[in-house]
């Protein structure tokens, strides 16, 4: 049942409106608990919490409204000096700032929201009344001084280590964990729920936005979860301007190559008429230019709206490890395209959680090494030429190659020979081999070896290549090369026979001419020396299922991950910046979309992952 039938733009306006407040809030909160006297965040986060109160009453939300009415009564305290902040008192706001979230989740589905759990209220009015909010037991906590993320707002899944998995979960991903597993205590099946990557989404089997795509509706049964991802975007109007602006010029060009056209018919083509032409054709040619580059910008975002979501995520993860841990935010003006940035969530998730569990150690360890008590935690991007990095780095423990593949041979995912081939780096790049884990013993948090080859995976997705460096001791890097935008890409265009195909450009590394005395066989496959390296020789057509023609002449080394290969075709037409069109309805396999050429021929742009599979797979 519709609870907001007829209302459902305007439900869409607030949840887009207050999803980006709320965010912005967890982002100031996290200041806050650095700065605890700083005025202006007091006023800014108690006026964040007022008008989603606002919007909630329009909306008839009442127990969103009751929420953030307690909140926001709360901050006009802490900012008229009546209370004083504490951590106690800080996992209390956080557990409220995660109810909202939910509550936003049931809104995403048209439902409205039930109350908030008694216990959230009680100490949110516990401490309006100045009283300490109630404590939770926590048992074999390495660093007591450092309370559980929810040590404030008890449920039904609180784990035996004292960490309330169920506030943790929801704070990073809107979602109660309770209606997935029921109400148990058992920290295997809650673990479970938190680990789900294999049998659903990556990070925490759920993708996190500002606005919530996707919810377990509390009231009237469960709503059965899905993806969704935001069809809206926001759009300085500069930006519009330009794209109007470029579109009346177009418009006069095309009606001044009208009038030649009509000239030329009739007869005119004298110089004058042709310099005219080609003049024409000439400003057509960068007028659309600009256009493509000014529609790009309209798609581009900053970061920032991302990156401002972790530092919460490491915060709550930290001190249920009793860790200290601050993760520093570089960059966040650069831009990306939309799209990419919400495809590169589960990634970042992945990664910033490594970076707390695994990455830096306890506090007693880091004193023992002569290291600072807070870990620092840098998640930065930047733009380099047509490519975004994006750099997770840490200072923590480090990784040791031998270690990882040693660990990699015990668990069966590479064989001794394979092991004793490899350099350091190329050991390092064994923690993205699926079911690759250094952990013991397997927890609520990591140790299922889960995680890693799906960054991997959703990375080449984007056309990205990830790299890690790591200094035992000293800490560790994680970088992420993305480029610009998926919407346009560069190619390389081949011929095979009469059809044109693409293969991106970012693999292209050398164009070779083949000649028969420069292959040879390896074990029945044909290969070619370069530079003093055997590669594997993989003609085009055998990938792509046609049956060879003619001896292929040209060979394209292509770089894949960590993998070298030439791929042999029968010539090449050059290179390009294409528009991708997806096949929807049809998708042959190994073909990533189509293209069309500036002759005007069909070219089919090549999915090289897939096409690779193929040939491992036999």
């Known amino acids: 049942m519709n609870d907001f039938a007829g209302m459902e733009e305007l439900l869409s306006d607030f949840l887009t409106e207050a999803g980006e407040m709320l965010s912005d809030v967890d982002s100031k909160l996290m200041e806050l608990e650095k700065h605890p006297d700083d005025s202006k965040l007091l006023n800014e986060i108690f006026r964040g919490f007022h008008t989603i109160k606002g919007g909630a009453g329009f909306l008839n939300a009442s127990e969103l409204v009751t929420l953030c009415h307690l909140t926001e009564n709360l901050f006009d305290k802490l900012r ?32 409205q929201p039930e109350a ?31 309370p559980s993320v929810a040590q404030a707002t008890p449920s039904t899944t ?17 979602t109660d964990i309770v209606a997935k597993v029921g109400a148990t205590r058992d920290p295997e099946k809650i673990a479970e729920a938190i680990s789900e990557e294999k049998s659903t989404k990556e990070a925490f089997g759920r993708r996190t936005a500002d606005v919530p795509g996707a919810t377990v509706g509390r009231r009237g049964g469960d709503v059965p979860a899905q993806e969704a991802k935001e069809s809206t975007i926001r759009v300085d109007t500069d930006r519009l301007d330009q794209v109007l602006n470029l579109s009346g010029e177009i ?19 004298d110089q004058n008429t042709l310099s005219e032409l080609d003049q024409s054709v000439t400003q057509l040619d960068m007028l659309v230019v600009n256009l493509q580059n000014a529609v790009m910008k309209t798609r581009m975002q900053p970061i920032g709206r991302l990156f401002k979501k972790y530092p919460r995520l ?22 990306m395209d939309k799209t990419m940035i919400e495809d590169l969530n589960d990634p970042l998730v992945h990664l910033v959680r490594n970076a707390v569990d695994h990455g830096v150690e306890t506090i007693e360890k880091r004193i023992a090494a002569g290291k600072p008590e807070k870990s620092i935690v840098e998640l930065s991007a930047r733009q380099e030429g047509d490519h975004i990095l994006i750099i997770i780095k840490d200072d923590g423990r480090g990784m040791r190659p031998d270690v990882i593949r040693n660990k990699a041979v015990e668990k069966g995912l590479i064989t001794n020979e394979m092991a004793n081939t490899l350099d350091e780096n190329q050991c390092l790049e064994l923690i993205f081999l699926p079911g690759f884990s250094t952990k013991e013993e397997i927890s609520s948090v990591s140790g299922r070896g889960v995680g890693m080859d799906v960054v991997k ?21 994680i970088t992420i090369s993305l480029p610009l935008t998926l919407a346009i890409l560069p190619v390389l265009i081949l011929r095979l026979g009469d059809q044109s195909f693409a293969v991106p450009l970012s693999m292209v590394r050398e164009i070779l001419s083949i000649t028969p005395d420069q292959l040879q066989q390896v074990s029945g496959k044909a290969t070619m020396v370069v530079r003093g390296e055997v590669l594997p020789v993989l003609p085009l057509a055998q990938l792509i299922g046609w049956e060879q023609g003619v001896v292929p002449e040209v060979g394209v080394l292509m770089q894949f991950g ?57």
């Not at 008192?89 to 809104?107: G, P």
């Not at 959230?120 to 007591?144: F, Y």
């Not at 418009?251 to 083509?269: A, F, P, V, Y």
């Open 80 to 111: 008229n000096r009546e209370l004083t902040l504490s951590a106690e008192l800080m996992d209390v706001i956080f557990a409220a700032t995660a109810e909202v979230r939910r509550m936003f989740n049931a809104l995403q589905q048209s439902l």
């Open 116 to 146: 908030a759990p008694a216990d959230i209220l009680a100490n949110l009015k516990a401490a309006l009344d100045g009283k300490a909010p109630s404590a939770q037991k926590t048992e074999n906590k390495p660093n007591p001084a450092a």
């Open 158 to 174: 609180q784990a035996p280590d004292g960490v309330d998995w169920n506030a943790l979960y929801s704070a990073l991903t809107g």
């Open 251 to 269: 418009g006069l060009t095309k009606n001044r190559l009208t009038h030649l056209r009509s000239d030329i018919l009739q007869g005119r083509n």
């Open 314 to 335: 490491a915060r709550d993860l930290a001190r249920s490890l009793g860790k200290d841990v601050e993760l520093v935010l570089v960059g966040e003006e650069t831009e």
């Open 457 to 477: 995976t959703n990375i080449s997705k984007l056309n990205g290549i990830i790299t890690i460096q790591s200094e035992p001791e000293r800490g560790t890097e």
């Open 562 to 618: 960590n993998n070298s290969f030439i791929l042999s075709a029968d010539g090449f037409a050059g290179h390009d910046d294409v528009v991708i069109k997806s096949l929807d309805t049809f998708r042959p396999k190994g073909v990533a979309g189509v293209t069309m050429s500036s002759e005007g021929d069909i070219v089919l742009i090549l999915d090289i992952k897939e096409l690779l599979s193929d040939i491992r797979g036999h």
